[in-house]
């Protein structure tokens, strides 16, 4: 069993659509999903990194800019849960400051290019990932799509050619999804939405997310009910991986996700 969470940086949920994003239709159709998920404020890319991958809000991991510290202890890291419970995790990414959201020595591999501010710097980020899902050499992957969110900031988010971006990067995914086996649990995110030409605010904008998750065992079709939140991301992987959370967490596994 591995999973494999792939973020859609800055994706809105009210740019779904069946015509726009069919494989993310499809991928919705095959688990479980919420188009309402929120995220944290601020709504800013690397502060929501950090509650995903720690499971708290930025105002207890202590990253409220894209500037990396260190997180406010007793943070406690997914890598580093999974490192522990001897789990090996890959990154492939293309946005630097990604890089430390784990701490040395508990990566099993790590691709990085510093394509995440280019619109077609999506495309190596799928060409790489895709051997490594077939192989499925890893227990947990993370793999990072930048260029919807550089679509929002350079063309406005909902803007056409936001929109024409987010076709794009849906068959970027849908072609890792693809190469995955049926054994493999996914989660598709965003880390926040935007507007205009930003986002950081606490306006709904900005801060609802989709969240969907398929894999083994999971509900099929369902839309799930519950709040869902960034924090959940974390537990979730692990509980997917047979693992419990980590006491630090404050996110949930969301209910209604697993059928048994
Ligand atoms: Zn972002």
Not at 77 to 99: A, S
Not at 135 to 161: K, P, T
Not at 197 to 202: A, E, R, S, V
Request: hydrophobic fraction near 40%.
């Amino acid at each position: 069993m591995t999973c494999v969470l792939i973020m859609l940086d800055g994706l809105r949920p009210d740019a779904i659509s069946p015509e726009r994003t069919p494989h993310l239709t499809t991928f919705m159709q095959r688990g479980a999903s919420t188009l309402k998920a929120q995220s944290v404020m601020p709504s800013v890319t690397l502060p929501c990194h950090t509650s995903i991958f720690y499971s708290v809000p930025p105002q207890q991991h202590g990253i409220i800019e894209n500037i990396w510290q260190k997180p406010q202890p007793p943070a406690k890291g997914l890598v580093e849960h999974l490192y522990e419970h001897d789990k090996r995790t890959g990154f492939i990414h293309n946005w630097e400051q990604l890089r430390d959201l784990n701490s040395v020595g508990t990566l099993y591999f790590n691709f990085f290019i510093n394509t995440g501010y280019e619109l077609d710097g999506d495309d190596i980020i799928a060409e790489t990932a895709i051997p490594y899902v077939q192989r499925q050499a890893f227990d947990f992957m993370f793999i990072y799509f930048a260029s919807i969110d550089v679509a929002g900031h350079l063309h406005n988010w909902m803007s056409e050619r936001y929109l024409a971006q987010v076709a794009r990067v849906d068959a970027l995914a849908g072609r890792v999804i693809h190469a995955m086996p049926e054994t493999t649990t996914v989660i598709i995110q965003a880390d926040h939405g935007g507007h205009e030409q930003t986002h950081g605010t606490d306006s709904p904008e900005d801060m609802t997310i989709p969240w969907m998750i398929a894999g083994p065992n999971i509900a099929k079709g369902k839309m799930l009910e519950v709040p869902v939140s960034l924090l959940d991301t974390a537990p979730t992987i692990a509980r997917a991986l047979g693992l419990p959370a980590a006491a630090t967490w404050q996110g949930c596994v969301p209910t209604g996700i697993w059928d048994t």
